[in-house]
Structure formats: structure tokens, C-alpha cells
């Protein structure tokens, strides 16, 4: 009932009591499709008026207190500011509230559903407009008529019986909902359904009747209450037998201000909600995409082709010789393809091709691992948010939609981001030990450089590229520490597929840069070298 005739109506008289003798401060946007007034009483006091012409299941704000303009607020009707309110008025045809201002200027609220908008008037004149501006500016204002007014109608029908049946037979449609419509002006469907549901469905004209009259003095004297549906959409009524755990109001402004509030909350939450399953349902499209494309077969073929290759070469020593492009081995892994043609690094010797070949193969393997690890997190992550669907579709209402969205919203959409990629690889040596490894050239100078405290210990493998390594936590005595965090820094560097690797560690304050060197590229001042197996961070 937010924006019947009725409602609006008294909603009118007390604006008027509040607002005569006002100036308005500033006319400005307010949320999207919102529009707030800004005045001061004529005893000094600020109130604000917010009003949302285009939405029908929005009334009005009123509050005390002046409002501060939002980032995004842009002002309106300019041509109003600091004008006296002289008072407001109801048209008594139509759903439209007048605040008239001094110089006989205008605003106009309407509040007509889809048309509703919020004018300027000057000499019947549309001067500005908060919707359609373009298309309002410069015609004429057309006010409502239509012969008796809305309220002298239902009184003449709600003291005179006869008229009323008279009225209600001539205006006769096949639905007696569209009768009680036709007959009552200023019965929308929403109130026209509330009379017949408490006449009954099978009500007669005399039982209509009388539920009319008791309908029509219940709302020249409101009682005002704001409810919720069992889907837990607010609604607000001037009518009395409002249920218990209604709020119940001193004045219709209160009682739209805390609908329209509860009603902005209910549509928020609702369109929150609807984001989020359509986010929810795109991400589970992408996972199950991945997932069936999802085809280890051809790394894992690929990796044995390598190590193949690799042992025929290692088995081939004897034929030792730089400078070949390829070469043809016995292939004594498959009988029945006796001869394999395997091609090589002309700069490498053939030791040197069968390492590079079981590089590959490792590398591959690598991959692989971490295809099928990607493979079942993915499988995990797809499980997940097919429950976290289904529970959203057994929603019921918007109390439990506010409930899931801060349960479930947060935590999924944090899932759904790619974890912010750390500055640099980190192992955990010990409780208290932490290895940081650098990524690449230009990371490695960040780490040693940018990052990494004097007394951290600095590692590298000597005399071959890889990554800088910082030990965090520890000291130059704690040398398990260290081997672990040595085998590691070997593991990352070119060197990582010999037995033993020289890795260097030292205190960062004795590594330096110069112009001179390229990026990654340093000068240790003092080293300590131990011989490690290269060997892997621990996942």
C-alpha cells in the first residue's frame, strides 16, 4: 500500500505541517534512481526528503538531519535552491504531491509507476525533470482532473448503499476483482484484492458493500505497520489487523521511511544474490570445461619418450662424436622397431644430449605432477560449488538469502580469485627457518637486494645460474639448516640433475651489486661452499 492514493494522501498532510515555511537547501541524486531534497524548517532544523519516482516498490524516506553529498551525488533543479516551501498538496485525482513554492514555481511528485517522475513547474511550464529530462523540459504541464475528486467519490458511494450497487452493476466485468477496480477510484488491484479477501471470494454485492465502508474509514484514519511476507519482502499498510510481529507507526511518513528502507535492503540483497549465482554458475561451467579437457596421456607419453632417448644415447656412448645433427641407436626397449633415429645438439656431446633428454623427461614429469595435482584441487573446488548451488537454490526467503550470502560470500568469491601471487617462492625449513627463492633474474635482485636483511644467510649454487636464495630465521651455526636450505637452492639452478652441486652461502651483507653486472648477477665477498644433492622442496 506504499503508494496508493490513500497512503500518499496522508503522507501529504504531514509533509505539510513539516514542511510550510521551509527553504530548500539542495535538490541531488542519491543512490541510482533516487532523488533527495534538502530543507530547513521554518524552526531551524534540517530534514531531508528521499524520494524514488521510477521504482514501484519504492515510497519515501523523510528524516531529520541534514545528508551529506555522496561521492557520485550531481545536483538538480538548481532553479529551486533556497526557495520557501509555502506548502504541499494531494491532487485530488491522482497520485501526485505538490510542494508549492514561492513565485508560484512548483515540484511535482508523481507517482504514476512506470511514468512517475519529479518535475519543476513554472507558469505551467516543465522546467526541469529528475527522469527524461529532454523529453519533459519546455511542455506544458497537464495537472489531473476527471470531474469528482477521489475522496468526495468513495464518500458519496461508501453513505449511499443503492449508489453503490448501482454503480457496482452498471460497472459489472467478468472478474469481480476488476468490478471492485472500475466501481472504487483510487482502488488499485493491490487494495481491491485486500477488500475481497476479507469480503470473501464469493462475497455479494451487499457483503462488498459493507466491507467497502468499514475499508474506506480505516483509511481516512491510518493505522500504519510495516510487516513481511513469507518470502520476507516488506509491506506496509494503513489498514487496522495488522499481524503481531508487525512494527506499527505514529504517522505514515515513519512507516514509508522504514518500508522503503527495508524494501531497498530486501531488493539489495535480493540482486546480490542473483549476482552471485550467476558468478557461481559461470566459474562451474570454466571448472568442468577444464576438467574435460583434462589429458595426461600425452605428457606422460612425451616423458618416456625423453627417458627412451635418454638411455639409448647413455647406451651409445661408445659412438662418441660432436657435430652430428642426429643419430640412429638400437632401440632395444621395442623389438619390433629395432632402429630409432634420435636428434641431437651438434654443440653437445652425446653424454651431454642424453642429460639434456633426461632433463626433459624430468621436467615433463614435473608438469605432470602438477597437472594431476591442478586436476583433482579442480575436482575438490567443482564439488564444492555444486553444494554451495544447490544450497542457494533451497533459499526461501531474504533472511536466509542475507544469511547464506555472509556465510557463503566471502569465503567463495575468495576461492574464486587467484591467490595474490607472493613476491617470492617460500619453504618452510624449520619452526623457525624460512627459505625465500627468488623467480627469476629481476626477482633474484629484489630478493638479495630489496628484501633480504644483512644478517640473512644468502645462497646460490656456484658457478651456474639459478635462483637467489635467502634463509630467514636461522644463523651461520645451524648448519642442518642450511644443508636443507643448500640442497634446495641447488635443485634451483641449472645444475639441479647433477649427483653433487657447490652452493655457496654466506651473509647477505657480504653479497653486492655493481653498474657493471647485469641484473641477478652479483659479487660475493666472502663464501662458504658445501657439495649437496640437489633435492626438491617438500609441497
Same mark, same amino acid.
Given at each position: 500500500?506504499?503508494?496508493?492514493?490513500?497512503?500518499?494522501?496522508?503522507?501529504?498532510?504531514?509533509?505539510?505541517?513539516?514542511?510550510?515555511?521551509?527553504?530548500?537547501?539542495?535538490?541531488?541524486?542519491?543512490?541510482?534512481?533516487?532523488?533527495?531534497? &534538502?530543507?530547513?524548517?521554518?524552526?531551524?532544523?534540517?530534514?531531508?526528503?528521499?524520494?524514488?519516482?521510477?521504482?514501484?516498490?519504492?515510497?519515501?524516506?523523510?528524516?531529520?538531519?541534514?545528508?551529506?553529498?555522496?561521492?557520485?551525488?550531481?545536483? &538538480?533543479?538548481?532553479?529551486?535552491?533556497?526557495?520557501?516551501?509555502?506548502?504541499?498538496?494531494?491532487?485530488?485525482?491522482?497520485?501526485?504531491?505538490?510542494?508549492?513554492?514561492?513565485?508560484?514555481?512548483?515540484?511535482?511528485?508523481?507517482?504514476?509507476?512506470?511514468?512517475?517522475?519529479?518535475?519543476?513547474?513554472?507558469?505551467?511550464?516543465?522546467?526541469?525533470?529528475?527522469?527524461?529530462?529532454?523529453?519533459?523540459?519546455?511542455?506544458?504541464?497537464?495537472?489531473?482532473?476527471?470531474?469528482?475528486?477521489?475522496?468526495?467519490?468513495? /464518500?458519496?458511494?461508501?453513505?449511499?448503499?443503492?449508489?453503490?450497487?448501482?454503480?457496482?452493476?452498471?460497472?459489472?466485468?467478468?472478474?469481480?476483482?476488476?468490478?471492485?477496480?472500475?466501481?472504487?477510484?483510487?482502488?488499485?488491484?493491490?487494495?481491491?484484492?485486500?477488500?475481497?479477501?476479507?469480503?470473501?471470494?464469493?462475497?455479494?454485492?451487499?457483503?462488498?458493500?459493507?466491507?467497502?465502508?468499514?475499508?474506506?474509514?480505516?483509511?481516512?484514519?491510518?493505522?500504519?505497520?510495516?510487516? /513481511?511476507?513469507?518470502?520476507?519482502?516488506?509491506?506496509?499498510?494503513?489498514?487496522?489487523?495488522?499481524?503481531?510481529?508487525?512494527?506499527?507507526?505514529?504517522?505514515?511518513?515513519?512507516?514509508?521511511?522504514?518500508?522503503?528502507?527495508?524494501?531497498?535492503?530486501?531488493?539489495?540483497?535480493?540482486?546480490?544474490?542473483?549476482?552471485?549465482?550467476?558468478?557461481?554458475?559461470?566459474?562451474?561451467?570454466?571448472?568442468?570445461?577444464?576438467?574435460?579437457?583434462?589429458?595426461?596421456?600425452?605428457?606422460?607419453?612425451?616423458?618416456?619418450?625423453?627417458?627412451?632417448?635418454?638411455?639409448?644415447?647413455?647406451?651409445?656412448?661408445?659412438?662418441?662424436?660432436?657435430?652430428?645433427?642426429?643419430?640412429?641407436?638400437?632401440?632395444?626397449?621395442?623389438?619390433?622397431?629395432?632402429?630409432?633415429?634420435?636428434?641431437?645438439?651438434?654443440?653437445?656431446?652425446?653424454?651431454?644430449?642424453?642429460?639434456?633428454?633426461?632433463?626433459?623427461?624430468?621436467?615433463?614429469?614435473?608438469?605432470?605432477?602438477?597437472?594431476?595435482?591442478?586436476?583433482?584441487?579442480?575436482?575438490?573446488?567443482?564439488?564444492?560449488?555444486?553444494?554451495?548451488?544447490?544450497?542457494?537454490?533451497?533459499?526461501?526467503?531474504?533472511?536466509?538469502?542475507?544469511?547464506?550470502?555472509?556465510?557463503?560470500?566471502?569465503?567463495?568469491?575468495?576461492?574464486?580469485?587467484?591467490?595474490?601471487?607472493?613476491?617470492?617462492?617460500?619453504?618452510?625449513?624449520?619452526?623457525?627457518?624460512?627459505?625465500?627463492?627468488?623467480?627469476?633474474?629481476?626477482?633474484?635482485?629484489?630478493?638479495?637486494?630489496?628484501?633480504?636483511?644483512?644478517?640473512?644467510?644468502?645462497?646460490?649454487?656456484?658457478?651456474?645460474?639459478?635462483?637467489?636464495?635467502? &634463509?630467514?630465521?636461522?644463523?651461520?651455526?645451524?648448519?642442518? /639448516?642450511?644443508?636443507?636450505?643448500?640442497?634446495?637452492?641447488?635443485?634451483?639452478?641449472?645444475?639441479?640433475?647433477?649427483?653433487?652441486?657447490?652452493?655457496?652461502?654466506?651473509?647477505?651483507?657480504?653479497?653486492?651489486?655493481?653498474?657493471?653486472?647485469?641484473?641477478?648477477?652479483?659479487?660475493?665477498?666472502?663464501?662458504?661452499?658445501?657439495?649437496?644433492?640437489?633435492?626438491?622442496?617438500?609441497?
Amino acid at each position: 500500500m506504499h503508494r496508493n492514493y490513500f497512503t500518499l494522501y496522508h503522507a501529504a498532510r504531514e509533509l505539510h505541517e513539516k514542511l510550510a515555511g521551509s527553504r530548500i537547501d539542495a535538490v541531488c541524486t542519491a543512490q541510482k534512481g533516487q532523488a533527495a531534497l &534538502l530543507f530547513t524548517l521554518a524552526y531551524g532544523t534540517r530534514m531531508q526528503l528521499i524520494i524514488a519516482p521510477g521504482s514501484n516498490r519504492l515510497g519515501m524516506i523523510a528524516k531529520d538531519g541534514p545528508r551529506s553529498a555522496g561521492r557520485n551525488s550531481a545536483p &538538480l533543479m538548481q532553479e529551486c535552491l533556497g526557495k520557501t516551501v509555502s506548502g504541499v498538496s494531494m491532487s485530488p485525482f491522482d497520485r501526485e504531491l505538490t510542494l508549492n513554492l514561492e513565485n508560484d514555481d512548483r515540484l511535482v511528485l508523481q507517482f504514476f509507476g512506470p511514468k512517475s517522475n519529479f518535475l519543476l513547474v513554472r507558469d505551467n511550464i516543465i522546467i526541469d525533470a529528475f527522469r527524461m529530462k529532454g523529453s519533459f523540459e519546455g511542455r506544458n504541464y497537464q495537472e489531473p482532473t476527471g470531474g469528482e475528486g477521489i475522496l468526495r467519490s468513495l /464518500e458519496k458511494l461508501a453513505l449511499d448503499k443503492s449508489l453503490f450497487l448501482e454503480r457496482f452493476e452498471s460497472e459489472k466485468k467478468t472478474e469481480t476483482l476488476e468490478t471492485i477496480s472500475a466501481v472504487l477510484h483510487g482502488f488499485d488491484q493491490s487494495l481491491a484484492r485486500k477488500l475481497l479477501l476479507r469480503a470473501g471470494s464469493n462475497a455479494s454485492p451487499e457483503e462488498i458493500y459493507g466491507m467497502f465502508r468499514t475499508f474506506f474509514y480505516e483509511m481516512l484514519d491510518p493505522v500504519v505497520s510495516v510487516t /513481511e511476507k513469507d518470502t520476507g519482502e516488506p509491506a506496509l499498510s494503513i489498514l487496522s489487523g495488522a499481524p503481531e510481529q508487525s512494527g506499527t507507526f505514529d504517522s505514515v511518513l515513519e512507516g514509508l521511511s522504514v518500508y522503503t528502507i527495508s524494501m531497498l535492503a530486501y531488493l539489495r540483497t535480493r540482486d546480490e544474490l542473483r549476482t552471485f549465482r550467476s558468478q557461481l554458475r559461470l566459474r562451474l561451467g570454466k571448472k568442468k570445461k577444464e576438467l574435460a579437457a583434462h589429458d595426461p596421456g600425452m605428457l606422460e607419453k612425451l616423458s618416456r619418450e625423453y627417458e627412451t632417448c635418454g638411455h639409448l644415447l647413455m647406451a651409445s656412448l661408445g659412438n662418441e662424436a660432436k657435430g652430428r645433427k642426429s643419430i640412429r641407436v638400437i632401440n632395444f626397449f621395442e623389438p619390433d622397431s629395432p632402429v630409432k633415429t634420435i636428434d641431437l645438439k651438434e654443440a653437445l656431446t652425446l653424454r651431454e644430449n642424453a642429460e639434456a633428454y633426461f632433463a626433459k623427461a624430468a621436467k615433463t614429469k614435473t608438469r605432470l605432477a602438477v597437472m594431476k595435482e591442478r586436476h583433482k584441487l579442480q575436482e575438490s573446488e567443482t564439488a564444492d560449488l555444486e553444494k554451495v548451488i544447490e544450497a542457494m537454490d533451497r533459499i526461501a526467503n531474504p533472511k536466509d538469502a542475507r544469511r547464506f550470502l555472509n556465510e557463503h560470500g566471502a569465503e567463495v568469491q575468495n576461492a574464486g580469485k587467484k591467490a595474490a601471487a607472493a613476491p617470492f617462492r617460500s619453504v618452510c625449513i624449520s619452526p623457525k627457518a624460512t627459505l625465500l627463492i627468488g623467480k627469476n633474474a629481476e626477482n633474484n635482485d629484489r630478493l638479495t637486494f630489496g628484501h633480504a636483511r644483512p644478517d640473512d644467510i644468502w645462497l646460490h649454487a656456484r658457478g651456474t645460474s639459478g635462483s637467489h636464495c635467502v &634463509l630467514k630465521g636461522s644463523g651461520m651455526d645451524h648448519l642442518d /639448516e642450511i644443508k636443507t636450505a643448500a640442497a634446495i637452492a641447488a635443485w634451483h639452478s641449472s645444475a639441479k640433475h647433477s649427483e653433487l652441486v657447490p652452493v655457496i652461502y654466506t651473509l647477505k651483507k657480504y653479497v653486492r651489486s655493481s653498474k657493471k653486472l647485469a641484473k641477478g648477477q652479483v659479487i660475493v665477498e666472502r663464501e662458504n661452499v658445501l657439495f649437496v644433492r640437489p633435492s626438491r622442496e617438500k609441497k
